[in-house]
Protein backbone atom coordinates (compact mmCIF):
# COMPACT_ATOMS: atom_id res chain seq x y z
CA UNK A 1 0.00 0.00 0.00
CA UNK A 2 2.82 2.27 1.04
CA UNK A 3 4.58 2.00 -2.20
CA UNK A 4 1.28 2.29 -4.78
CA UNK A 5 0.77 5.36 -2.35
CA UNK A 6 4.25 7.02 -3.45
CA UNK A 7 3.52 6.28 -7.08
CA UNK A 8 0.60 7.34 -7.42
CA UNK A 9 1.91 10.87 -4.92
CA UNK A 10 4.83 10.93 -7.56
CA UNK A 11 1.99 11.00 -10.58
CA UNK A 12 0.02 13.26 -9.19
CA UNK A 13 2.92 15.78 -8.25
CA UNK A 14 3.81 15.99 -11.80
CA UNK A 15 -0.07 16.46 -12.85
CA UNK A 16 -0.56 18.95 -10.57
CA UNK A 17 2.49 20.34 -11.55
CA UNK A 18 1.91 20.74 -14.90
CA UNK A 19 -1.69 21.98 -14.47
CA UNK A 20 -0.13 24.81 -11.93
CA UNK A 21 2.00 25.88 -14.85
CA UNK A 22 -0.51 26.40 -17.21
CA UNK A 23 -2.30 28.35 -15.21
CA UNK A 24 1.22 30.15 -14.02
CA UNK A 25 -0.48 33.62 -14.43
CA UNK A 26 -3.14 33.47 -12.14
CA UNK A 27 -0.97 31.91 -9.54
CA UNK A 28 1.65 34.96 -9.51
CA UNK A 29 -1.22 37.39 -9.74
CA UNK A 30 -2.86 35.51 -6.66
CA UNK A 31 0.90 36.13 -4.80
CA UNK A 32 1.64 39.50 -6.19
CA UNK A 33 -2.15 40.06 -4.97
CA UNK A 34 -1.17 39.34 -1.36
CA UNK A 35 2.23 41.15 -1.52
CA UNK A 36 0.11 44.37 -2.05
CA UNK A 37 -2.83 43.82 0.04
CA UNK A 38 -1.11 42.31 3.38
CA UNK A 39 1.35 45.26 3.76
CA UNK A 40 -1.81 47.42 3.25
CA UNK A 41 -3.50 45.35 6.18
CA UNK A 42 -0.33 46.34 8.08
CA UNK A 43 -0.56 49.53 7.71
CA UNK A 44 -4.37 50.07 8.52
CA UNK A 45 -3.61 47.85 11.54
CA UNK A 46 -0.73 50.07 12.41
CA UNK A 47 -2.72 53.38 12.55
CA UNK A 48 -5.55 51.89 13.86
CA UNK A 49 -3.32 50.38 17.12
CA UNK A 50 -0.07 52.31 17.83
CA UNK A 51 0.86 49.44 20.19
CA UNK A 52 0.47 46.88 16.35
CA UNK A 53 4.89 46.89 16.34
CA UNK A 54 6.81 44.69 14.32
CA UNK A 55 6.40 41.31 16.75
CA UNK A 56 2.35 41.69 15.95
CA UNK A 57 2.80 41.92 12.23
CA UNK A 58 5.34 38.50 12.32
CA UNK A 59 2.54 37.29 14.46
CA UNK A 60 -0.12 38.36 11.70
CA UNK A 61 2.26 37.07 9.12
CA UNK A 62 2.55 33.41 10.54
CA UNK A 63 -1.23 33.04 11.43
CA UNK A 64 -1.70 34.42 7.34
CA UNK A 65 0.68 31.95 6.17
CA UNK A 66 -0.20 29.24 8.09
CA UNK A 67 -4.09 29.28 7.41
CA UNK A 68 -3.16 29.58 3.91
CA UNK A 69 -1.87 26.78 3.89
CA UNK A 70 -4.25 24.56 5.84
CA UNK A 71 -6.83 26.20 3.12
CA UNK A 72 -5.30 24.98 0.43
CA UNK A 73 -4.80 21.56 1.07
CA UNK A 74 -8.58 21.76 3.07
CA UNK A 75 -10.32 22.59 -0.29
CA UNK A 76 -8.19 19.88 -2.46
CA UNK A 77 -10.63 16.81 -2.50
CA UNK A 78 -13.77 19.15 -3.01
CA UNK A 79 -12.02 20.61 -6.00
CA UNK A 80 -10.99 17.50 -7.48
CA UNK A 81 -14.59 15.85 -6.73
CA UNK A 82 -16.07 18.95 -8.09
CA UNK A 83 -14.31 19.21 -11.15
CA UNK A 84 -14.78 15.39 -12.21
CA UNK A 85 -18.30 15.82 -11.72
CA UNK A 86 -18.53 18.56 -14.14
CA UNK A 87 -16.51 17.04 -16.46
CA UNK A 88 -18.49 13.93 -16.09
CA UNK A 89 -15.16 11.93 -15.44
CA UNK A 90 -16.09 10.89 -11.96
CA UNK A 91 -17.26 7.91 -12.37
CA UNK A 92 -13.93 6.85 -14.52
CA UNK A 93 -12.28 7.77 -11.75
CA UNK A 94 -13.59 5.38 -9.67
CA UNK A 95 -13.58 2.39 -12.35
CA UNK A 96 -10.13 2.33 -12.01
CA UNK A 97 -8.45 -0.25 -8.94
CA UNK A 98 -7.08 2.19 -6.88
CA UNK A 99 -8.41 2.99 -4.05
CA UNK A 100 -10.80 5.92 -3.55
CA UNK A 101 -9.46 6.78 -0.21
CA UNK A 102 -5.63 6.43 -1.45
CA UNK A 103 -6.20 8.10 -4.86
CA UNK A 104 -7.53 11.80 -3.16
CA UNK A 105 -5.12 11.44 -0.08
CA UNK A 106 -2.33 11.28 -2.84
CA UNK A 107 -3.90 14.43 -4.48
CA UNK A 108 -3.85 15.61 -1.81
CA UNK A 109 -0.44 15.12 -0.51
CA UNK A 110 0.50 16.73 -4.11
CA UNK A 111 -1.39 19.74 -3.69
CA UNK A 112 0.48 20.47 -0.01
CA UNK A 113 4.15 20.01 -1.44
CA UNK A 114 3.62 22.25 -3.98
CA UNK A 115 1.55 24.86 -2.17
CA UNK A 116 4.19 24.19 0.54
CA UNK A 117 6.51 26.20 -2.00
CA UNK A 118 4.26 28.79 -2.94
CA UNK A 119 3.27 29.73 0.94
CA UNK A 120 7.17 29.73 1.83
CA UNK A 121 8.09 32.04 -0.96
CA UNK A 122 4.98 34.12 -0.24
CA UNK A 123 6.13 34.44 3.29
CA UNK A 124 9.73 34.90 2.65
CA UNK A 125 8.74 38.29 0.51
CA UNK A 126 6.90 39.62 2.61
CA UNK A 127 9.01 39.17 5.73
CA UNK A 128 11.76 41.19 3.01
CA UNK A 129 8.81 44.06 2.51
CA UNK A 130 8.04 44.34 5.95
CA UNK A 131 11.34 44.25 7.66
CA UNK A 132 10.51 41.31 9.83
CA UNK A 133 12.95 38.88 11.74
CA UNK A 134 12.19 35.36 12.66
CA UNK A 135 13.94 31.57 12.65
CA UNK A 136 11.81 28.49 12.01
CA UNK A 137 12.31 25.75 14.21
CA UNK A 138 11.45 22.21 14.42
CA UNK A 139 8.99 23.26 17.04
CA UNK A 140 7.15 25.23 14.24
CA UNK A 141 7.98 22.54 11.16
CA UNK A 142 6.00 20.29 14.21
CA UNK A 143 3.00 22.13 14.98
CA UNK A 144 2.61 22.88 11.41
CA UNK A 145 2.59 19.27 10.55
CA UNK A 146 0.28 18.52 12.88
CA UNK A 147 -2.21 21.39 11.51
CA UNK A 148 -1.63 19.85 8.32
CA UNK A 149 -3.09 16.54 9.24
CA UNK A 150 -6.27 17.94 10.78
CA UNK A 151 -6.64 20.00 7.46
CA UNK A 152 -5.90 16.74 5.29
CA UNK A 153 -9.05 15.40 7.43
CA UNK A 154 -11.06 17.97 6.87
CA UNK A 155 -10.37 17.89 3.35
CA UNK A 156 -11.82 13.94 3.61
CA UNK A 157 -14.34 15.11 5.16
CA UNK A 158 -15.59 17.69 2.83
CA UNK A 159 -15.10 15.28 -0.09
CA UNK A 160 -17.85 12.80 1.48
CA UNK A 161 -20.25 15.52 1.47
CA UNK A 162 -19.25 17.08 -2.39
CA UNK A 163 -20.03 12.97 -3.41
CA UNK A 164 -23.31 13.64 -2.44
CA UNK A 165 -23.74 17.24 -3.06
CA UNK A 166 -21.50 17.78 -6.07
CA UNK A 167 -20.99 21.27 -5.80
CA UNK A 168 -20.69 23.09 -2.13
CA UNK A 169 -18.10 25.72 -3.13
CA UNK A 170 -20.42 28.55 -1.76
CA UNK A 171 -20.84 26.70 1.69
CA UNK A 172 -16.38 26.41 1.69
CA UNK A 173 -15.83 29.83 0.70
CA UNK A 174 -18.29 31.05 3.53
CA UNK A 175 -16.85 28.66 6.34
CA UNK A 176 -13.35 29.71 5.30
CA UNK A 177 -14.16 33.18 6.20
CA UNK A 178 -15.85 32.60 9.14
CA UNK A 179 -12.89 30.73 10.22
CA UNK A 180 -10.41 33.39 8.93
CA UNK A 181 -11.70 35.44 12.10
CA UNK A 182 -12.16 32.32 14.33
CA UNK A 183 -9.05 31.54 13.68
CA UNK A 184 -7.20 34.87 14.61
CA UNK A 185 -5.72 34.50 11.24
CA UNK A 186 -4.88 37.92 11.26
CA UNK A 187 -5.35 39.41 14.17
CA UNK A 188 -4.30 37.47 17.65
CA UNK A 189 -7.52 36.78 19.60
CA UNK A 190 -5.82 36.08 22.98
CA UNK A 191 -7.36 39.17 24.34
CA UNK A 192 -11.40 37.49 24.25
CA UNK A 193 -10.24 35.79 27.34
CA UNK A 194 -12.42 32.78 28.02
CA UNK A 195 -14.22 33.34 24.27
CA UNK A 196 -10.49 32.29 22.88
CA UNK A 197 -10.32 29.44 25.01
CA UNK A 198 -13.39 28.19 23.60
CA UNK A 199 -12.87 28.92 19.90
CA UNK A 200 -9.37 26.84 20.76
CA UNK A 201 -11.15 24.04 21.61
CA UNK A 202 -13.87 23.77 19.31
CA UNK A 203 -12.24 25.80 16.04
CA UNK A 204 -9.45 23.84 14.30
CA UNK A 205 -6.38 25.78 13.61
CA UNK A 206 -6.98 28.63 16.56
CA UNK A 207 -4.99 26.55 19.01
CA UNK A 208 -2.07 25.96 16.72
CA UNK A 209 -1.98 29.09 15.50
CA UNK A 210 -1.96 30.55 18.36
CA UNK A 211 0.91 28.05 19.33
CA UNK A 212 2.99 29.09 16.55
CA UNK A 213 2.90 32.68 17.42
CA UNK A 214 3.49 31.61 20.57
CA UNK A 215 6.48 30.34 20.14
CA UNK A 216 7.84 32.63 17.35
CA UNK A 217 7.34 35.83 19.41
CA UNK A 218 6.79 35.14 22.88
CA UNK A 219 8.19 32.69 24.55
CA UNK A 220 9.90 33.96 28.16
CA UNK A 221 13.37 32.77 29.04
CA UNK A 222 13.90 29.82 30.54
CA UNK A 223 10.42 28.33 29.45
CA UNK A 224 9.58 25.48 27.09
CA UNK A 225 8.04 26.66 23.76
CA UNK A 226 5.26 24.25 23.90
CA UNK A 227 3.46 22.92 26.71
CA UNK A 228 2.43 19.11 27.00
CA UNK A 229 -0.85 20.02 26.97
CA UNK A 230 -0.55 21.95 24.30
CA UNK A 231 0.79 19.28 22.02
CA UNK A 232 -1.51 16.80 23.07
CA UNK A 233 -4.39 18.65 22.47
CA UNK A 234 -3.54 19.47 18.87
CA UNK A 235 -2.63 15.98 18.48
CA UNK A 236 -6.18 14.76 19.67
CA UNK A 237 -7.59 17.47 17.34
CA UNK A 238 -5.65 16.42 14.43
CA UNK A 239 -6.70 12.64 15.61
CA UNK A 240 -10.54 13.39 16.08
CA UNK A 241 -10.45 15.43 12.31
CA UNK A 242 -8.73 12.49 10.44
CA UNK A 243 -11.36 9.79 11.79
CA UNK A 244 -14.21 12.00 10.76
CA UNK A 245 -12.73 13.03 7.57
CA UNK A 246 -11.94 9.28 6.69
CA UNK A 247 -15.43 8.07 8.00
CA UNK A 248 -17.39 11.04 5.94
CA UNK A 249 -15.49 10.22 2.82
CA UNK A 250 -16.38 6.32 2.96
CA UNK A 251 -20.03 7.10 3.96
CA UNK A 252 -20.18 10.04 1.08
CA UNK A 253 -19.00 7.81 -1.54
CA UNK A 254 -20.72 4.82 -0.46
CA UNK A 255 -24.39 7.11 -0.74
CA UNK A 256 -23.15 8.52 -4.19
CA UNK A 257 -21.87 5.03 -5.73
CA UNK A 258 -25.92 3.50 -4.25
CA UNK A 259 -27.27 5.97 -5.15
CA UNK A 260 -25.76 6.33 -8.71
CA UNK A 261 -24.32 9.85 -8.01
CA UNK A 262 -20.63 9.29 -9.75
CA UNK A 263 -21.84 10.14 -13.01
CA UNK A 264 -24.28 12.50 -12.57
CA UNK A 265 -23.22 16.63 -13.43
Sequence with gaps: MIVALVTIFK?????????????????????????????????????????????AQTASLFGFLTWDLCLGVMVVTTREITQESKQGTLETVFLSPVDP?????????????????????????????????FQMTSVVLGLIG?????????????????FVHKEIGSVIGVVSLL????????????????????????VPFTWGIDAIRFTII???PGQPTVENLTWLGLIL???????????MFKR????????NLLGSY
Excluded: C
Design 146 to 162: IMIGGAFGLSLLLGGIA
Design 218 to 220: GVP
Design 11 to 55: AETRRQFRQNWSYRFEMIGEVALWLIAFPMMMLIFESIASSYDKP
Design 101 to 133: LLLFSARTGAAFTLRSVRSALLGILLARILGLH
Design 179 to 202: ATLATGALVPLNSLGILFLILKLV
Design 252 to 259: GYEQARKR
Design 237 to 247: QMAILLTLGVV
